[in-house]
């Protein structure tokens, strides 16, 4: 796992990656429905990946206080329900 966080730490975004992806109104207000605390997050990837291991790295390298929940709202579209506000603070200021 270590290893894994190592390579995680050393990306870094190319220009054609930091082009903004929007995430639809609908999209939006369907999140906050579910969770008036949560983060919307998009999965970019090519290949297939295990679900079920994404979710346990995330909850690895944000290690957030008092826990929190991931739900699949459309393909490859999470929300993340976190519960603490400065918890939200800290993982929208992490890197990359």
Same mark, same amino acid.
């Given at each position: 796992?270590?290893?894994?966080?190592? $390579?995680?730490?050393?990306l870094?975004?190319?220009e054609?990656?930091?082009? %903004?992806?929007?995430?639809?109104d609908?999209l %939006?207000l369907?999140?906050?429905e579910?969770?008036p605390?949560?983060? %919307?997050?998009?999965?970019l990837?090519? $290949?297939p990946y295990?679900? $079920?291991?994404?979710?346990?790295?995330?909850?690895n390298?944000?290690?957030?206080v008092g826990?929190?929940e991931i739900?699949e709202i459309?393909?490859?579209?999470?929300?993340?329900?976190?519960?603490d506000?400065?918890?939200i603070? $800290?993982?929208?200021?992490?890197?990359?």
């Amino acid at each position: 796992m270590k290893e894994m966080v190592d $390579r995680w730490r050393s990306l870094a975004i190319t220009e054609k990656e930091e082009e %903004v992806i929007g995430v639809g109104d609908d999209l %939006v207000l369907k999140g906050k429905e579910k969770s008036p605390k949560a983060l %919307v997050g998009k999965l970019l990837s090519c $290949r297939p990946y295990n679900k $079920r291991h994404f979710k346990e790295t995330i909850a690895n390298l944000w290690k957030i206080v008092g826990g929190f929940e991931i739900r699949e709202i459309e393909e490859d579209i999470y929300l993340f329900i976190i519960k603490d506000d400065k918890e939200i603070e $800290r993982i929208l200021s992490m890197e990359p």
